[in-house]
């Protein structure tokens, strides 16, 4: 019994870093030192899921067949569904990001264009035809 508790014990503790990620990627803002945090959850959650995997892999059975299979499963489903929002989440925000980019690049291109003449040449992008 004691494996078993050990072993539901490690799938709850994958739950809370699960959890936690998700708060993490749903952050409005992102700074070095949330991003350092995301990094450490991932380690986190990949550790965990490292040692449920020797430990299932130790009991060598299905999970399906094992006696807490009914208190293991919707741990299991809500760590999965979990998964699934924060991935959902991220390329959301990616997707973002990369509009964000965009736009700037644009931005910077149209003031290099239409930008005084320094010291710096410059290659004009646009040309006005009056001139």
């Not at 130790?58 to 489903?77: F, M, N, V, W």
């Not at 700037?104 to 035809?129: G, I, M, R, S, W």
């Amino acid at each position: 019994m004691a494996q078993a508790s050990e072993h539901l014990d490690l799938y709850e503790r994958l739950l809370l870093v699960s959890g936690q990620l998700l708060e993490w990627a749903e952050a409005t803002e992102w700074d070095d030192q949330v991003l350092a945090k995301g990094s450490a959850l991932q380690r986190e959650w990949n550790e965990l899921q490292e040692m449920i995997r020797a430990k299932e892999e130790k009991l060598g059975i299905q999970l399906s067949q094992l006696p807490y299979a009914d208190e293991l499963r919707p741990i299991a489903e809500r760590i999965a569904k979990m998964q699934e929002v924060t991935a959902s989440v991220l390329q959301e925000r990616m997707s973002m990001l990369g509009k964000s980019m965009k736009g700037l690049q644009q931005t910077k291109t149209v003031l290099n264009a239409y930008a005084e003449p320094e010291e710096a040449v410059h290659t004009a992008y646009f040309f006005d035809e009056k001139k």
